[in-house]
DNA sequence: CATTTTTTACCGTTTAAGCAGTAAATGTAA
DNA sequence: TTACATTTACTGCTTAAACGGTAAAAAATG
């Protein structure tokens, strides 16, 4: 209902920066599991966790609301 | 280095509906403790937990990657 | 084909997020 | 000012996320 598959967006461009999962997780500094888990689209994941992944792949964050600034 | 402060973000967009903390909870299905803490910027709440007030208060996120589609 | 790598999956253990309750501090309105 | 509402802060408990280890599928490589 959100976007669709922030995981397989995340898989996408692990694959494209030539990563695997276990590599992704080291980078990133958390457990292979919870590189899966993301993938897997499991929501209950810390926010933080998410970010570092984000970050190591350059994928940038935007919240847009219909209010004006 | 993210963006500047989520938490305000969420907290201006609480006003604006006219919701107190303890509001936005209930209407999230979240605690009032995790509502204050992710208004803190605190990062490790649950991913879950942070899109479900986030959809409460009609914010979208949108991922952006400098990889064509 | 066989071999290696990677992914998927499950299992204990540890750790801390989530939570309600409470209370104090801050803010708002009468 | 007083009274009420809201936010901030702390406490203890419960629950599950995070994790490494392991192993079995699945994919990739030779």
Sequence with gaps: MNDLDLGA???????????TQLELANLAGIGKTT??????????????NLLA??????????????LPK
Excluded: C, M, Q, Y
Excluded at 35 to 48: A, G, L, P
Excluded at 53 to 66: D, G, Q, R, Y
């Design 53 to 66: 992944v984000l970050e190591v792949l350059n994928i940038k964050v935007e919240f847009k609301s219909p």
């Design 9 to 19: 967006l995340i898989k996408v461009h692990r694959k494209e920066a030539g990563l």
């Design 35 to 48: 590189v899966f888990d993301i993938e897997k689209n499991k929501e209950t994941v810390r926010w933080s």
